[in-house]
């Protein structure tokens, strides 16, 4: 069984055209030394903004 996962290239380049380079002056203090968990907070982040803003959207139609 294959445990891959492979990423659709519209997925990959939505990506490239919506996700910001890295930039730790946007990541909590406490995150500032481990670029990957303040990176990955800093993207959760902003995805779970987006999707509550496309529900809302939704929603008034």
């Known amino acids: 069984m294959d445990n891959s996962y492979h990423i659709p290239d519209i997925m990959e380049e939505l990506f490239l055209a919506w996700v910001p380079a ?9 995150l500032r030394e481990d670029p990957v968990r303040g990176y990955g907070l800093f993207c959760f ?3 779970l903004a987006l999707g509550l803003r496309l529900s809302e959207a939704c929603r008034r139609n």
């Open 45 to 47: 982040c902003q995805g």
């Open 22 to 30: 890295p930039d730790s002056g946007q990541w909590p203090e406490y």
